[in-house]
């Protein structure tokens, strides 16, 4: 039998999950809300999908209900529609927390996730809480699902996702960079993102071998990764990424 998934709110983050979802090999019957009519009208055009006029419509004939509201949204969002305890209600929306939802979904389990838009790409590494084995089969096909033990472990996790951010800014300064020495831009970003993510395939591929150990590999005597990263250090360039990561947990868990 089909999986039927239904979206509320169709916004940014949903328009690239959804084509994330349309990669499974048997993918879910989606309905869309008509939130976001733009989006959701070029989503339904692409994959053939249905866009529900109403919510209530929605949430009946739904399996599993994403919300993807923004988080000040999601109460009002909620309230009032039919839900069932046999449903799933998968939260996107950041750091809203099980227990503003619970009192409205009329006991359906309640699962928060954080993915990224490179679910569109099946390379989406998505961090859910608590563990659940329909959520991690359907996420499956946007990339790794990552599940946490405790809902404070979760929320650290999901504020990386700024890290996802920043990394771009880097790939951003580093091709500007060996563009600067004539190489021509697009070859320069190409070379640059894949750099980055060997980087992330090696660190998560080789997991039994610690990460200290997978870096001082690639500086031997002499070598020019040692050398540039000793100038890293010596400027204590990493200490402002800590620091911008510790503003994000704040702000994250202090608004939960």
């Not at 399996?63 to 923004?70: C, E, G, L, P």
């Not at 946490?148 to 960079?177: P, R």
């Not at 010596?234 to 868990?253: K, L, M, N, V, Y």
Request: aromatic residues 6%.
């Amino acid at each position: 039998m089909t999986l039927t998934v239904g979206v509320l709110g169709v916004g940014h983050l949903m328009a690239h999950v959804v084509p994330g979802l349309m990669r499974a090999g048997s993918p879910p019957k989606v309905l869309l809300s008509a939130r976001n009519k733009e989006r959701s009208a070029a989503l339904a055009e692409r994959f053939d999908l249905e866009i529900c006029a109403e919510n209530e419509d929605l949430i009946r004939r739904s399996d599993v209900v994403i919300v993807a509201v923004r988080p000040f949204d999601v109460e009002e969002t909620i309230t009032g529609l039919p839900w069932r305890a046999e449903q799933i209600v998968l939260s996107f929306a950041g750091t809203v927390s099980r227990s503003t939802f619970e009192p409205h979904v009329n006991g359906a389990d309640v699962v928060l996730a954080m993915p990224v838009i490179t679910a569109e790409f099946g390379e989406s590494p998505t961090s859910i809480w608590p563990a659940n084995a329909g959520v991690q089969a359907l996420m499956a096909s946007c990339g790794p699902v990552i599940a946490f033990e405790t809902e404070s472990q979760f929320k650290a996790a999901s504020g990386s996702g700024a890290y996802f951010g920043w990394v771009q800014a880097l790939i951003m300064e580093m091709t500007d960079w060996l563009s600067a020495k004539g190489v021509p831009e697009d070859q320069a970003r190409a070379v640059i993102a894949g750099m980055t993510r060997a980087g992330a395939v090696s660190a998560s591929k080789r997991s039994d071998t610690p990460l200290p150990a997978l870096i001082n590999d690639l500086c031997l005597p002499g070598s020019l990764t040692g050398q540039g990263l000793d100038i890293l250090k010596d400027a204590d360039a990493f200490s402002p990424w800590r620091a911008a990561a510790e503003s994000i947990f704040e702000r994250h868990i202090g608004n939960s």
